[in-house]
């Protein structure tokens, strides 16, 4: 869990407050947890709580499906949940923790997707991490393949959105166009407001602004690089200016 995010281990219901799934994860793995902030203890749980959680669950889940957790998918993990030292233990056993109990994944993907059901792009994020954490070993193994679609179709992604979110992170047909979602008929000046677009609603100043952990700032970053050099690519090709 990211700095900021989770506190100490102490004597507030965080894992009550969370309810469904992941509240019961955290309850399961700590008892309950301080949050290091001011306001109530058991009332609406921080959306960052709920994110940050739900990536650990969900990627802890995703390595379970591919059956061996390799030492770069571990670092992939570390850069995308960074977290202090004193916290490191409790985010260790709380991915140890999702990945051999029994409940499925559907659960932990609902609990974010009905969390985040009016921000389309935090869903995104989550995906664009598990993608991340994938790919590290040099492939997305045709399990993980199968479990981020499946965890894509409960976020309400359309195939034409996973495409797109799927094109950032692999060349499968190595097409820019697929990672800006943008037709190849557009005209240039229609290219230009796509990108500009793109590049408005990605960018890491934005999820810094909406006060989310590291963990999503970090992922930002990267979605918006994987924008960037699709748009060079294109404007390369078309000579744009």
Do not use: C
């Amino acid at each position: 869990m990211s700095q900021g995010v989770w506190g100490k281990l102490g004597g507030a219901g965080i894992g009550l407050a969370a309810g469904g799934p992941l509240g019961a994860l955290i309850g399961a793995v700590a008892g309950h947890f301080l949050l290091d902030r001011e306001g109530s203890l058991f009332g609406p749980t921080p959306r960052e709580v709920v994110f940050t959680t739900g990536l650990v669950a969900l990627a802890a889940k995703m390595a379970k499906s591919d059956g061996v957790v390799t030492p770069s998918e571990v670092a992939a993990f570390a850069d995308i949940v960074q977290v202090s030292e004193d916290e490191r233990a409790g985010v260790e056993r709380l991915f140890d923790l999702a990945k051999r109990t029994t409940s499925g994944f559907e659960g932990y993907a609902r609990q974010v997707a009905d969390t985040f059901q009016d921000e389309p792009a935090m869903l995104e994020d989550v995906l664009d991490g598990l993608f991340h954490i994938a790919k590290a070993d040099g492939a997305v193994h045709e399990s993980e393949a199968r479990y981020l679609a499946e965890v894509a179709a409960i976020f309400g992604f359309d195939e034409a959105r996973f495409a797109a979110i799927t094109a950032r992170h692999l060349r499968l047909a190595d097409d820019p166009y697929e990672v800006l979602g943008a037709a190849r008929s557009l005209t240039d000046p229609e290219l230009k407001a796509r990108y500009r677009a793109l590049v408005s609603e990605n960018h890491p100043d934005r999820v810094i602004a909406r006060g989310l952990p590291p963990a999503a700032v970090a992922i930002a970053t990267r979605r918006l690089a994987a924008i960037n050099a699709a748009y060079d690519r294109i404007a390369a090709e078309r000579r744009l200016s």
